[in-house]
């Protein structure tokens, strides 16, 4: 096969900051230049004309639950109703079209409802009838269920999280998510994360890490969305594996580690994230801890004894607390050189303090974080000021104070909990909705992709730069205006200076660049048809 000359474009490179054309073979780019030095290989190579578009390493999605996401693209979206009388309306329309199919819906908040009053078992009844109804909240840690869902579940009544009336958290959720989703068919499921792959494509998406485990899914469904990542034509699947001192298990299904969404706690929306004090616009929960210090420092320290990464979720303020001890305790045995070694990480972690940070900068455990979370609940009168105050609310998700203190950051979505946008996820990390949180464009451009690299443990040599040698996995993206965007002043005024080499991005602040090609390396995993 020819080479592929890219050339007549704009390059995000550190290593040719000032190139505007690369050569490709073997799935590899081995020169970067200017056009005019391109010429010399158009005669033995296939030439694409960028017409001025931006080529950039593509994007990793450092946390994504492929099944569910491709489920919500083919189920009931409800994350745009107003109220409880419009879900309900939209949920008997899907009853009525498919009586004899149980219904799966997600995104569903009613911190953004007009009264905030979330509907009963009797109203879900009335419309549902006997077909089986599981409608997941945006966070995925408390679902709206039908009777003849529970009913199906045996002796739910008494699970933890259990509510005659409203939605279930805890295991009574558990129970009744493996409920519905065993009424998925392997086909549908298989669909279902095809379906998810090609939308991360189309967003400039080459790499995911699905968050499997047994209280989430299944092994078969970890087994399914890994063996799609081998496809080349889809973007690449790192899978990780949920459970408690699961490090063997996880290697045999071809997950990368035990870690992902095991759950220290829950989600603050679902009022289930373990904090030190209690919900203010509850003023009696503490939120649900499910795994203590002690359980969480037997798994860190066994994957470290064995030179496996490990993690856990982690949201609250308390459950970072609980992690951060087991940490100092596997240090204290270990040492800090053998935890830097495994390359452990945290899933969320929103509410770090000063101490957090500092364990997770010296021991080089990477905070995989979804700026879109501060985007859609941060700020004085969101869902986070609802739930804490907007006191306790202002420092969550402070992306600049974890960079500032070492701590390496690794940008994902949570899909389906907020959708497969990176780049609304670089503009969510500039633009914080606290002053001072955000941090430059560049740093969360990397973030969102040499980031996830190394929260899989990826070294230079692979996907994640634009660099001779490095494996050709690139997003083509639509020309448009190109600028050092920072949150603030505290970018230096020379890294804005063309004369100091700093490669550009879209201007986010002129709206969402288009993405014309993603390839993985070398494969075009998704085209626009835009370039020849």
């Not at 009424?183 to 995911?208: F, K, M, P, Y």
Request: glycine share 10%; hydrophobic share 45%.
């Amino acid at each position: 096969m020819k080479p592929l000359l890219l050339r007549g474009g704009h390059l995000y490179s550190a290593q040719s900051p000032f190139a505007t054309s690369a050569l490709i073979a073997e799935g590899r780019f081995v020169w970067l230049g200017d056009d005019t030095a391109a010429m010399a290989y158009a005669e033995d190579a296939q030439i694409v004309d960028l017409q001025g578009a931006l080529v950039a390493p593509a994007f990793v999605d450092a946390h994504v639950h492929l099944t569910a996401t491709g489920l919500n693209l083919t189920g009931v979206d409800v994350s745009d109703v107003a109220d409880a009388d419009e879900l309900l309306r939209r949920l008997g329309d899907q009853v009525r079209r498919h009586p004899d199919r149980i219904v799966l819906g997600h995104g569903w908040d009613e911190t953004t409802w007009s009264n905030g009053r979330v509907p009963s078992r009797a109203e879900l009844d009335a419309v549902a009838g006997d077909t089986p109804l599981y409608l997941t909240r945006v966070d995925v840690h408390s679902a709206l269920v039908n009777t003849s869902l529970v009913r199906s579940c045996g002796d739910i009544e008494h699970a933890v999280g259990f509510d005659p009336e409203g939605p279930l958290t805890q295991e009574a959720h558990d129970q009744v998510r493996m409920r519905a989703l065993s009424q998925v068919s392997a086909e549908h499921r298989e669909a279902a994360q095809r379906a998810a792959l090609h939308r991360a494509a189309a967003a400039g998406i080459a790499s995911v890490h699905e968050m499997g485990g047994p209280v989430i899914s299944d092994a078969d469904d970890l087994r399914g969305a890994l063996a799609l990542g081998r496809e080349p034509d889809l973007p690449e699947v790192v899978g990780f594996w949920g459970e408690l001192g699961a490090h063997v298990y996880a290697q045999e299904l071809g997950a990368y580690a035990a870690a992902g969404d095991l759950s220290v706690d829950g989600a603050i929306g679902s009022r289930t994230a373990c904090l030190r004090e209690v919900y203010a616009d509850d003023g009696v929960t503490t939120g649900a801890e499910y795994i203590d210090v002690n359980e969480a420092t037997h798994h860190l320290a066994s994957a470290t004894q064995m030179g496996l990464p490990a993690g856990f979720h982690v949201i609250g303020d308390r459950a970072a607390d609980i992690v951060v001890e087991a940490l100092e305790r596997v240090e204290r045995t270990l040492g800090a050189e053998a935890i830097r070694r495994a390359g452990h990480r945290l899933e969320h972690v929103e509410m770090l303090d000063a101490r957090h940070r500092g364990v997770l900068a010296r021991l080089g455990v990477v905070a995989s974080m979804q700026p879109a979370f501060d985007a859609a609940w941060g700020g004085l009168d969101r869902m986070y000021a609802q739930r804490l105050g907007p006191q306790r609310a202002a420092p969550m998700n402070d992306f600049a104070a974890a960079a500032a203190d070492g701590v390496v950051l690794a940008f994902g979505s949570d899909a389906p909990v907020t959708p497969l946008d990176p780049w609304g996820g670089v503009a969510a990390a500039v633009h914080h909705r606290t002053p001072g949180q955000g941090i430059s464009a560049r740093a969360a451009f990397a973030a969102h992709t040499r980031g996830g690299r190394r929260a899989a443990g990826q070294q230079a040599t692979e996907p994640g730069v634009i660099a001779v040698d490095a494996p050709a996995t690139y997003t083509v993206w639509a020309p448009g205006p190109l600028t050092i965007q920072r949150p603030d002043g505290r970018v230096a005024a020379w890294s804005t200076d063309p004369r100091s080499g700093t490669p550009p991005l879209p201007d986010l602040d002129a709206g969402r660049p288009e993405c014309w090609r993603t390839v993985r390396a070398g494969v075009t995993i998704y085209d626009s048809g835009a370039l020849p």
